[in-house]
Structures are given as structure tokens and as C-alpha cells.
């Protein structure tokens, strides 16, 4: 069934429907929001509270978004809020070998799978690791929501609540800053 079809359902009194929504979307959330936080519980305290406040703001929901755009700000700030009443920081987004851009699978680096080219690979890693974390913020948040969950720009922009070019901007502007660290590593 279709989002939109699920949220006028839910609007109605459908509490079935609603659970249908989480169900669709909880690993997702989950993933998203581990990007922020360390503590796995909290993750899980942090994505039940974004599914509670959307929940209750569904009834203001107009779609003028795609409701899973509309669900992710709200765990994103969400997470930004516990983070900010805790007074920590985000956590470092944890990449997998898809956001790695083909890095960790490029003939280089996986020919053959020797001690050097295992450290190699690892150096790589952890390079991109640091440079996503020092990213800004809107920066770090950006390339995330494109690379890790795979939203348009237009669905990030809807999410960062910006223009589609600032977007557009802030994305190549992290890639380039990721690249120019990771420049000189693989050179070598």
C-alpha cells in the first residue's frame, strides 16, 4: 500500500495503518539515527520517540512532502535534540563498502587480499571514516542522507529543509573535501 493511502488511513483512526508505516520504515530510521547516536539503546529510545511525535503530527501532515521525508526530519531533529539536551555531539556515520564509492572493491585494493592490501583497505576506511566526521554538520548530514540512505535531492533538500542548489552544493562540497583527504593515500 501506498504511503500516502497508509497516512489518510492513520488520519481517520486507522492505528493499523500506522503500525504498517512503522514496520516500513523502522530499520531505515534506526540506521539514521545511529548515525548521531553511539548507545544502540537510545537509538531505539530515539526512533520510538520520532515515531511517537510523528504519530501525534500526523494529523497537520499536509504531504506536500513524501511522508518518509516528513518522518526522517523529524528523527533527525529528534536526535539533534537529545544530543544538544545530553551535551554531546554526533557521533562518526559508520560507511559500509557501498559509500566507499566502489573504494573498497576497486582492483587496487582487492586483488588479492594480502596483509598490505588489508591494511591498505583499512587505512582507506578510516580515512573516510574521519573525514565524514569532521565534515560540518549540514555538510556531514548532506552526504549522508545521499550516500548511506540513498535520497533525490530533492528528498534532502526536503529533509534539511533547504533549496535543491544548497544541496546540491553541500553534497559536492563533502565529496570534495573526503577526496582531497583521501588523495595522497591513494596515490601511494
Known amino acids: 500500500m501506498v504511503d500516502k493511502e497508509l497516512v489518510e488511513r492513520v488520519k481517520q483512526g486507522d492505528k493499523r495503518a500506522f503500525d504498517a508505516l512503522v514496520l516500513k520504515y523502522q530499520h531505515r530510521l534506526l540506521k539514521l539515527i545511529s548515525g548521531y547516536i553511539r548507545d544502540q539503546s537510545e537509538v531505539y529510545d530515539i526512533a520510538q520517540e520520532s515515531f511517537i511525535k510523528a504519530y501525534r503530527a500526523l494529523p497537520n501532515f499536509r504531504g506536500d512532502s513524501e511522508f518518509y521525508t516528513w518522518l526522517y526530519r523529524i528523527a ?8 544538544v539536551s545530553q551535551g554531546r555531539k554526533p557521533r562518526m556515520v559508520d560507511i559500509d563498502d557501498d559509500v566507499l ?7 587496487e585494493l582487492s586483488d588479492i587480499a594480502t596483509p598490505e592490501r588489508l591494511l591498505q583497505r ?3 576506511e578510516t580515512a573516510v571514516f574521519s ?7 549540514d555538510l556531514r548530514v ?6 548511506l540512505e540513498g535520497l533525490t535531492y530533492e528528498e534532502i533538500a526536503e529533509v534539511m529543509e533547504c533549496p535543491i542548489g544548497t544541496v546540491r552544493s553541500r553534497i559536492f562540497r563533502a565529496r570534495e573535501s573526503i577526496n582531497e583527504r583521501l588523495d595522497g593515500l591513494l596515490r601511494n
Open 142 to 147: 548532506a552526504v549522508t542522507l545521499r550516500e
Open 76 to 83: 533527525i531533529n529528534t536526535a539533534k535534540n537529545h544530543l
Open 131 to 137: 573525514a565524514i566526521e569532521d565534515l560540518p554538520e
Open 101 to 107: 564509492g566502489g573504494l573498497a572493491s576497486s582492483p
Open 122 to 124: 583499512d587505512e582507506v
